[in-house]
């Protein structure tokens, strides 16, 4: 076997073009789930329902794809506007995901010297914009129930004076939702801007949407993502529409591809179906829980979103590493989010999908809880 030979020379110096703190990077890991139950991405487990895929399928057909999508997407930001009953003083941004928005929102606002803030634990696309953009990143760590603790955020607006605060509504990883006061006493104390993500609305009992316009500062940000259309990555902003106009100016050109404004479109008009698949997560949500909470060896934590965060308790049970991997060799991938942040020590995240996927992973459970260690 031959010795592992040295770049050469040209790709070297190629490779030196690109920003050391970039080649420092590791790039976002997606794990392969192949011949296992996925419940790692907080995906809607139902799909697009079969009486409904033909007639999507026909829409698609007719989609010229010798031609550049509408550039702004008219047609569908006004379906989604109409969907969110928007009010006149405020507009809608489209992004490839709410991730492309996250990016351009803190793009926009990057200048020499500023920083965004965020809670801790929460989404980490937000530290990874500001790590592309060269801003820093404040973050306030939660409290250790996962509150918001509301003293320590309100000292570090004051003292950094952020460009832009982003609060997850629910909060994700740890599906709580803030209280609703905490966050009011933030919007109102911010310089900056004022990002709520809302990417768990769907799953949620309250919004900020009613408010929005109250707040020249604040933006609403979504995503069709965890109501069922994962694949087409779509996201949007909502805002002040001279604030949106801004952000516009980011945006990459023909960003969201005529197919996703095609099937956003058709699936807007079905808009019941997903309002009862969301239904049908939130009661199985609340069902899996009272599950898992009767397992001596777990703790779980409430949750307003899709998806479940439960601490090990490890005197009783594998590490949380040992029980993830437990319960692949099952059959089933959850995420472990053990190493992600200090709160989050011996925790692990679940993904409430079918009946019958929580019954295996309940099963798959209780039994790798019942392995040797």
Same mark, same amino acid.
């Given at each position: 076997?031959?010795?592992? !030979?040295?770049?050469?020379?040209?790709?070297?110096?190629?490779?030196?073009?690109?920003?050391?703190?970039?080649?420092?990077?590791? @790039?976002?890991?997606?794990?392969?789930?192949?011949?296992?139950?996925?419940?790692?991405?907080?995906?809607?487990?139902?799909?697009?329902? !079969?009486?409904?895929?033909?007639?999507? @399928?026909?829409?698609?057909?007719?989609?010229?794809?010798? !031609?550049?999508?509408?550039?702004?997407?008219?047609?569908?930001?006004?379906?989604?506007?109409?969907?969110?009953?928007?009010?006149?003083?405020?507009?809608?941004?489209?992004?490839?995901?709410?991730?492309?928005? =996250?990016? =351009?929102?803190?793009?926009?606002?990057?200048?020499?010297?500023?920083?965004?803030?965020?809670?801790?634990?929460?989404?980490?696309?937000?530290?990874?914009?500001?790590?592309?953009?060269?801003?820093?990143?404040?973050?306030?760590?939660?409290?250790?129930?996962?509150?918001?603790?509301?003293?320590?955020?309100?000292?570090?607006?004051?003292?950094?004076?952020?460009?832009?605060?982003?609060?997850?509504?629910?909060?994700?990883?740890?599906?709580?939702?803030?209280?609703?006061?905490? =966050?009011?006493?933030?919007?109102?104390?911010?310089?900056?801007?004022?990002?709520?993500?809302?990417?768990?609305? @769907?799953?949620?009992?309250?919004?900020?949407?009613?408010?929005?316009?109250?707040?020249?500062?604040?933006?609403?940000?979504? #995503?069709?993502?965890?109501?069922?259309?994962?694949?087409?990555?779509?996201?949007?902003?909502?805002?002040? #529409?001279?604030?949106?106009?801004? &952000?516009?100016?980011? !945006?990459?050109?023909?960003?969201?591809?005529?197919? #996703?404004?095609?099937?956003?479109?058709?699936?807007?008009?079905?808009?019941?179906?997903?309002?009862?698949?969301?239904?049908?997560?939130?009661?199985?949500?609340?069902?899996?829980?009272?599950?898992?909470?009767?397992?001596?060896?777990?703790?779980? &934590?409430?949750?307003?979103?899709? &998806?479940?965060?439960?601490?090990?308790?490890?005197?009783?049970?594998?590490?949380?590493?040992?029980? &993830?991997?437990?319960?692949?060799?099952?059959?089933?991938? =959850?995420?472990?989010?053990?190493?992600?942040?200090?709160?989050? @020590?011996?925790?692990?995240?679940?993904?409430?999908?079918?009946?019958?996927?929580?019954?295996?992973?309940?099963?798959?459970?209780?039994?790798?809880?019942?392995?040797?260690?």
């Amino acid at each position: 076997m031959s010795a592992e !030979r040295s770049p050469p020379e040209g790709l070297l110096a190629a490779l030196s073009m690109v920003r050391e703190d970039v080649r420092a990077m590791q @790039a976002y890991g997606v794990a392969d789930a192949k011949g296992l139950i996925k419940l790692d991405a907080m995906e809607n487990p139902y799909g697009v329902p !079969r009486e409904l895929k033909d007639e999507l @399928a026909r829409r698609l057909t007719e989609v010229a794809l010798n !031609r550049y999508p509408d550039a702004r997407a008219n047609a569908l930001r006004a379906e989604i506007s109409n969907h969110v009953r928007l009010e006149p003083r405020l507009d809608i941004l489209l992004g490839n995901g709410s991730d492309e928005l =996250i990016n =351009i929102i803190v793009l926009s606002c990057a200048k020499p010297g500023v920083s965004i803030m965020m809670l801790g634990p929460s989404f980490v696309m937000y530290r990874a914009a500001a790590r592309m953009a060269r801003v820093g990143c404040i973050e306030v760590p939660l409290a250790a129930d996962f509150s918001l603790d509301v003293d320590a955020a309100l000292a570090a607006i004051d003292k950094h004076k952020p460009q832009v605060i982003f609060v997850a509504y629910p909060n994700n990883p740890t599906g709580n939702l803030f209280s609703r006061e905490k =966050i009011e006493a933030i919007i109102h104390a911010a310089e900056g801007l004022v990002v709520i993500d809302e990417a768990y609305e @769907a799953f949620s009992p309250d919004s900020f949407l009613p408010v929005v316009s109250q707040h020249p500062r604040l933006l609403l940000l979504r #995503t069709f993502s965890k109501i069922g259309l994962a694949g087409i990555r779509l996201g949007y902003l909502i805002g002040a #529409t001279p604030l949106i106009a801004e &952000f516009d100016k980011v !945006r990459p050109p023909y960003n969201i591809n005529a197919l #996703t404004q095609a099937c956003a479109r058709f699936m807007i008009e079905h808009q019941d179906v997903l309002v009862e698949q969301a239904a049908a997560i939130v009661a199985e949500r609340d069902k899996l829980a009272d599950a898992m909470a009767r397992l001596p060896a777990i703790e779980v &934590f409430p949750s307003a979103a899709n &998806f479940l965060l439960f601490r090990i308790r490890p005197a009783l049970a594998p590490s949380a590493p040992a029980l &993830f991997a437990l319960l692949k060799e099952r059959g089933i991938l =959850i995420k472990d989010m053990s190493g992600a942040h200090p709160l989050l @020590a011996h925790c692990l995240r679940v993904t409430v999908s079918t009946p019958a996927d929580n019954l295996a992973f309940l099963n798959a459970l209780e039994d790798a809880l019942r392995a040797p260690r």
